[in-house]
């Protein structure tokens, strides 16, 4: 099959739906930021151990990511996509307002299980309507472009947060006037504000590829059970190998901000501040090299490419993120977070691609959020185990370290094998799925 060479117009109009995505993922994962950076006061405040602060983040998490992405991405594949995406937006803004009032244990569990639900169903939804709005090269920077999203929403959350915890602090005679409650707090109260503007930003997107009821009553008429069948090999081997990287990343990476106030006595804001421009630095980097190296092996490998970066990126990376319990200087495990920030990114950015080839696009949003569903789990076991090995190591203030990293480099290394073998049976599933032979292919008679 020839492939086309020329550059398409822009679509000006994809342009701005991918800048609405940007600054909607910007957004909707600050709350996880907050929860790191304040967890030292607030679990003094609430009494709540490692186990506990785990369990929150963690299992919580976890389980209600599972419980809400598949009936979200349902919704999405039937009604208008705005709709859907603007009434998580507010879910997950009352969550985090809630957590700002929460009074134990169990009140901020629910409070993050709510958040967690609501932000499961924004993901998968962005994710399938990029190849709606993006063809050819044009998804595959775009695509890099979003995941650089996903990453520096962790940056600028650490950074904003870090600088917002810093000005409470400093208007605390202030905002004691207006109530009496701990700057922890009025950080979850701040982060839930803006969230009107966001969500008024989501009806600039389009509505998705299904819109009237007759074309509702059609994606009803395609189950997604023939197509796991069909492709249960590339399916088993992509989404096992997936959710053990989402497994390693957060091993480590989730309990950073606490390890280094712990071990090196630093404060929330400066930890939030560095450690939110070592992300984003790393972040930036990772996505620009992604970019890079996958549409240049997208040449030679054709669909096997994506596959091959993810498992490449980890097994240089891993040896280096093994050092971090060792670490003695902050700037050590600011180097070694910015070595696992830059891999991940080349790899997670490379796996956006992977699960747009693998399903055709009346199924895309129920992949993406079978994909969450997985996701999820994995984040959670990554928290909340790094955690509990935390305790039982009980290795000093770098027990998270310890505990994070008997969960990552296992992790990495299956994640590793399983993309490996996924090559071949992925190249396949894509070619049929897509109807291309080659991922740089453009579709005829569609708008790149």
């Not at 950076?37 to 998490?61: C, D, P, R, Y």
């Not at 450690?275 to 549409?295: H, K």
């Not at 490998?301 to 091959?308: E, K, Q, S, V």
């Amino acid at each position: 099959m020839h492939r086309s060479t020329s550059r398409p117009p822009l679509d000006i109009r994809a342009a701005l739906s991918l800048a609405v995505m940007v600054a909607v993922m910007l957004y909707a994962t600050i709350d996880r930021q907050v929860f790191g950076l304040v967890a030292a006061e607030m679990s003094e405040t609430l009494k709540l151990s490692n186990t506990q602060l785990g369990l929150i983040q963690g299992i919580g998490f976890a389980l209600f990511t599972f419980l809400g992405a598949y009936p979200i991405a349902w919704f999405a594949d039937r009604f208008d996509k705005r709709w859907v995406l603007a009434v998580c937006t507010a879910s997950w803004a009352l969550g985090t307002a809630a957590c700002g009032f929460a009074s134990g244990f169990v009140s901020l569990f629910v409070a993050s299980a709510a958040v967690a639900a609501a932000e499961a169903g924004i993901a998968p939804i962005f994710m399938s309507l990029l190849p709606e709005l993006f063809r050819g090269q044009a998804r595959v920077t775009a695509t890099m472009i979003y995941y650089v999203a996903i990453s520096l929403s962790m940056a600028s959350g650490l950074f904003l947060v870090g600088a917002m915890i810093s000005g409470i602090n400093a208007m605390g005679p202030v905002l004691s006037t207006v109530a009496a409650l701990e700057n922890w707090r009025w950080a979850f109260l701040a982060a839930a504000a803006p969230f009107p503007l966001f969500a008024s930003m989501l009806f600039i997107l389009p509505k998705g590829h299904v819109t009237g009821g007759k074309a509702r009553a059609a994606a009803a008429l395609v189950p997604i059970g023939p197509f796991l069948k069909a492709n249960l090999q590339s399916v088993i081997f992509v989404f096992t190998g997936m959710t053990f990287f989402a497994l390693g990343v957060t091993g480590i990476l989730a309990w950073t901000p606490l390890s280094l106030t712990r071990i090196f006595s630093l404060g929330a804001a400066e930890v939030g501040m560095v450690l939110g421009a070592v992300i984003a630095a790393a972040s930036v980097a990772g996505v620009a090299a992604g970019n890079f190296i996958l549409r240049h092996l997208q040449r030679r490998l054709g669909y096997r490419a994506a596959p091959r970066v993810v498992w490449v990126s980890l097994t240089v990376s891993l040896p280096f993120i093994c050092l971090i319990p060792f670490a003695a200087a902050p700037w050590q495990v600011y180097g070694i977070v910015a070595i696992q920030v830059f891999a991940s990114t080349i790899a997670g950015a490379s796996s956006v691609s992977l699960l747009q080839e693998l399903a055709p696009a009346p199924v895309r949003a129920r992949i993406m959020a079978l994909r969450a569903m997985t996701n999820g789990p994995a984040v959670g076991m990554g928290v909340a185990g790094a955690a509990f090995l935390g305790d039982l190591i009980n290795a000093g203030p770098a027990s998270l370290f310890w505990g994070g990293l008997a969960i990552s480099a296992p992790a990495w290394a299956i994640c590793i094998i399983c993309l490996r073998l996924a090559e071949q049976p992925f190249q396949a599933t894509a070619r049929a799925n897509s109807g291309q032979m080659h991922p740089l292919d453009l579709v005829a008679g569609k708008p790149a």
